[in-house]
């Protein structure tokens, strides 16, 4: 019996590929519409005055944010998870009917919430904590999906039959730990409705308005502590995550150096964390921490350029296979653009450099090279390289995916360049003084300024999303249309099926 | 010891909580007694100044402006003196902002008016031509969440003694005490006086009518927060 080769149950991850690519379209749909809005201000009313609430930019905002880093990323690790966990673990979720269904419920329990949030944020029910939207009743839902995660995850790896848990594994069981920490004390709140006024009475007011456990500079230190880490927990762990998993096993390359992913998995866990104080530098924080998070943040490089490295090295003597096949060059130039995001963050968190860059449009570039280079182009292939396995059909075409690779690319390099120009002029010119010390330019004059850049950076963000819904398109037809295959695509690759 | 942890995947676990939780016990613990000392003459804020935060806050104003001046004689000549920690003592959740698509507004109650601010909000570009923030018509009709205010009030009062009805020192040596009604009632009435004053030197007649009638429409409350961040 133990001879048979293992069959794998991707149930769920099926489930958490379809709110990847819904909630994808959705964040970045949203992201561009808000991109216009900056541009075109008339936008922010283009369905009314009367709905001008909902779909002006400010409360539009959050939702993007959210929607693609808890719905578009977080259902990418989920998909993921459910799919390589199972592989490097060498067992099948479907060995387990408790595993399997405390997958579903996790999956039902999420849909539920991500609905939740798109209509509190509608309504302007916020906390105003980047990335920490969510009034309390949400965030106890969102505990408990991250909890049915976790128990998922030690679950399937309690029953594992390959002893030693490979590089991937040890990302996820980071990134399980990482976001439960930060999301658990970045979100102590008081709900409002606990207390009691002096004639008696209770329950005063919304019954989901809460208050935050720490007030001021102390909110904001917890805050960056988390929202930072948010970006180390959930754009960086799980994205090295599929990486390497999916990089060797698409290439049938084997990863360069163990000790390089020891050193650069290790290193990244100690150092992260104290990165967040860059956020703060020249507020209210102490100096010490400030300094601190700007040292730390310099050391970062070691560690993201590690992984990142080790990736491209990965590929060592097969880099023909870059030109030849399209889902490589999402991996490839994920990497690289991991590289150059994390050249660019140490960069901008050397004091300096912050006075000028620090609420400016670079900061809003840097995320977007990060996010839309490395982590949306690793998800988008993680995807494609699961869709053969997992709907047993051939990919629908790859001559679509590679004009959506050079699509996307074109949008990036668009979005990232015209905001490192709009960054600087502005942090420019609000410093400018003229000859007798007065200031410069008003602040309106450091907006007016900014509009061609803001337009292209709207063409570069619709190119993304453009390429986007190419890559729906594809895996649709793939599930559809896709020519079936009798067994799984073969890979030389050295880690086995 | 690496291969061993790799087998072992509970001591793996823990190994990377304690790698990555350190960090933060080190670096946000020492700082928390120390931060939250309010400075003299900073108040907590009234009901309808709460009301009106939570406003910025529905909004999410905090989306495109600051509330955090640098230590920079550019920032200090545009916005004032730069900002201190104890300031933001009883700012639950705090607002500075990470991001300046419009300017910084931690002293605006320094330099604009409520006029200013009813012209502003209906119509930005009309005021500041080339502005590109939207008109929030909206909050001209919506009303604000007295009662909610009043909560938070409360809540701040019970479990983070926030000083309401009750003497904080001022910079010029005497005390003033800001009210919390006792009851939801009191605490409306209360918010109330503070709207009748605000729109005395305001002009648009739906806003006054709400008010003289007992009604405190959202922008009434947004600015009264406005015109207390000095």
């Known amino acids: ?497 | 010891m690496f291969h061993w942890l790799e087998k072992n995947p509970f001591f793996f676990a823990v190994g990377v909580f304690v790698t990555i939780a350190f960090a933060g016990l080190i670096e946000i613990v020492p700082n928390f007694a120390e931060a939250s000392r309010p400075v003299i003459g900073t108040t907590p804020y009234s009901t309808l100044e709460l009301a009106g935060r939570n406003v910025y806050i529905k909004n999410s104003c905090n989306a495109c402006h600051s509330q955090l001046i640098r230590p920079f004689k550019s920032e200090t000549d545009r916005y004032g003196h730069y900002s201190l920690s104890g300031e933001y003592a009883f700012d639950r959740p705090f607002l500075w902002g990470s991001k300046r698509t419009g300017p910084d507004l931690h002293r605006v109650g320094n330099y604009r008016t409520t006029d200013w601010h009813e012209n502003h909000m209906k119509d930005p570009a009309a005021v500041v031509p080339g502005s590109i923030m939207p008109k929030y018509t909206w909050m001209y009709t919506n009303l604000a969440d007295i009662d909610t205010a009043f909560a938070e009030q409360l809540t701040v009062n019970q479990f983070f003694a926030v000083p309401y009805n009750k003497p904080v020192p001022m910079k010029d040596g005497s005390t003033t005490v800001v009210k919390m009604g006792g009851s939801v009632a009191e605490a409306n009435a209360l918010a109330l006086a503070e709207a009748k004053e605000i729109v005395k030197d305001m002009k648009d007649q739906d806003v006054k009518d709400a008010v003289a009638s007992g009604k405190i429409p959202e922008i009434v409350a947004l600015i009264a927060y406005m015109n207390s961040l000095k």
């Open chain 1, 1 to 497: 019996m133990e001879n048979r080769p293992l069959g794998y149950d991707y149930t769920v991850a099926k489930m958490f590929m379809l709110t990847t690519i819904v909630l994808g379209i959705v964040g970045m749909l949203i992201g561009v519409i808000l991109a216009f809005e900056l541009a075109f201000p008339s936008i922010n009313t283009i369905l009314g005055s009367g709905l001008a609430e909902y779909t002006n930019f400010s409360r539009l905002r959050p939702l993007h944010t959210d929607a693609v880093i808890f719905g578009f990323t977080i259902s990418g690790v989920f998909a993921t998870w459910y799919y390589v966990g199972q592989r490097v673990l060498k067992v099948n979720m479907a060995e387990s009917p408790l595993l399997m269904f405390l997958g579903k419920l996790q999956f039902w329990l999420y849909v539920v919430t991500v609905a939740a949030v798109v209509v509190s944020l509608l309504a302007g029910v916020t906390t105003s904590k980047e990335y920490a939207e969510f009034e309390w009743p949400i965030d106890l839902a969102i505990v408990v999906v991250w909890v049915l995660f976790g128990v998922n995850m030690f679950g399937l790896i309690g029953m594992r039959r390959e002893k030693s848990l490979y590089i991937s594994v040890w990302y996820y069981i980071a990134t399980f730990l990482g976001i439960a920490m930060l999301y658990l004390f970045n979100n102590m709140e008081v709900p409002t409705m606990l207390a009691t006024s002096a004639a008696g009475e209770t329950g005063i007011g919304s019954w989901y308005h809460s208050v935050s456990m720490y007030a001021g500079t102390n909110d904001a230190l917890v805050q960056w502590w988390y929202g930072h880490n948010a970006v180390a927990f959930g754009f960086t762990v799980p994205i090295v995550a599929m990486i390497y998993y999916f990089l060797p096993k698409e290439s049938g390359q084997a990863i360069y150096s163990y000790k390089l992913s020891l050193l650069s998995f290790w290193g990244l866990m100690f150092v992260y964390l104290w990165a967040g104080g860059h956020h703060l530098l020249f507020s209210t924080v102490p100096d010490w921490m400030q300094t601190m998070g700007s040292i730390f943040s310099i050391v970062l490089i070691l560690p993201s350029w590690g992984s990142a490295i080790n990736m491209l090295l990965t590929m060592k003597g097969e880099w023909q296979q870059v030109a030849a096949s399209p889902l490589i060059k999402f991996m490839v130039l994920g990497s690289t653009f991991y590289m150059f995001s994390t050249l660019e963050g140490p960069i901008q968190a050397i004091k300096s450099v912050n006075a000028i860059a620090h609420f400016t449009d670079w900061i809003v570039g840097h995320v977007h090279d990060g996010v839309l280079g490395w982590v949306g182009f690793m998800i988008m292939a993680a995807l494609y390289h699961m869709a053969p396995r997992v709907f047993k059909r051939e990919i629908y075409s790859k001559s679509l995916m590679a004009s959506q690779f050079w699509i996307q690319t074109l949008g990036v390099v668009l979005y990232f360049t015209s905001m490192w120009i709009a960054g600087i002029t502005q942090g420019m010119m609000w410093r400018a003084h003229d000859e007798f010390g007065n200031l410069a330019y008003s602040f309106i004059d450091t907006v007016t300024v900014l509009h061609p850049y803001y337009a292209i950076r709207g063409v570069g963000g619709l190119l993304y999303l453009i390429g986007f819904l190419m890559f729906a398109y594809n895996i649709y037809k793939t599930m559809t249309a896709g020519k079936p295959l009798e067994k799984e695509p073969a890979n030389a690759s050295p880690m086995g099926a």
